[in-house]
């Protein structure tokens, strides 16, 4: 079956420490997308990639960074420059071209300690 | 720029009733229009989406919504609500920038739907 997987389902961090989410698609999307989600807020875009190599800050970059040296993976990295990091992390891909639809991932869901 | 306004933060109804889930969007250029459902701890699935094609759009699970543009809303409705239907909708604008598209998602509606 084609689609999008992410992991840890659930993950755990002290104050302090750096962690990286996974994030890997097998539809041949060539975009990927991260997002956060926190209650009553909705989904804000932290980072995008559109091809291999290339990557776009979102609205909320600042304490994350990632890289994508597959296309079909895309991790994010939480570092400990991000201030409030306790949030459901959902991860999404698409074409390019076409509706532009986003086919997201199950999430991973990040409490720090 | 772009924004969606979900007009209504939380949906009771009882089941076997209708379901009116209200969006208003804006946008300075022709957009695509999507209603996501996510189930609780779950990811987005797409319901339905609307591309510039027929106004009105039927999507899965019996949910379907019309475009209005002199209205600026992307309702979703369906004739009658299942107890599997409880979750929380998001409406979602898409317009592609030239070198990107760029979605904006609604706050999100939480729908009850009680016995």
């Known amino acids: 079956d084609g689609g999008i997987t992410q992991s840890p389902k659930y993950l755990f961090r002290k104050e302090g420490q750096n ?12 975009a990927m997308y991260w997002y956060r989600q926190d209650p009553g807020q909705g989904l804000r875009l932290i980072y995008y990639s559109q091809i291999v190599n290339d990557f776009q800050k979102g609205d909320i970059a600042e304490g994350y960074s990632v890289s994508r040296e597959k296309k079909e993976s895309f991790p994010l990295t939480v570092t400990s420059a991000q201030k409030n990091p306790t949030a459901f992390y959902l991860c999404a891909s698409s074409r390019l071209s076409g509706s532009n639809e986003q086919f997201f991932g199950p999430g991973t869901r990040l409490t720090v300690l | 720029a772009q924004s969606v306004t979900q007009l209504d933060s939380h949906v009771s109804v009882s089941e076997g009733t209708p379901v009116l889930l209200r969006c208003n969007y804006s946008s300075s250029y022709s957009p695509s229009l999507f209603w996501y459902v996510q189930h609780p701890n779950k990811g987005l699935q797409l319901l339905l989406k609307y591309t510039s094609a027929a106004t009105l759009v039927k999507g899965i699970n019996g ?3 019309e475009f209005k543009k002199s209205e600026t809303s992307f309702h979703l409705t369906k004739p009658s609500a299942h107890m599997s ?8 604008v898409s317009v ?3 070198t990107a598209s760029k979605l904006t998602f609604g706050t999100g509606t939480r729908l009850q739907v009680t016995l």
């Open chain 1, 19 to 30: 962690v990286t989410l996974s994030c890997e698609q097998n539809l041949n999307h060539d």
């Open chain 2, 63 to 65: 949910f379907e919504a």
């Open chain 2, 85 to 92: 239907d409880a979750a929380e909708y998001f409406c979602v």
């Open chain 2, 96 to 98: 592609y920038t030239g």
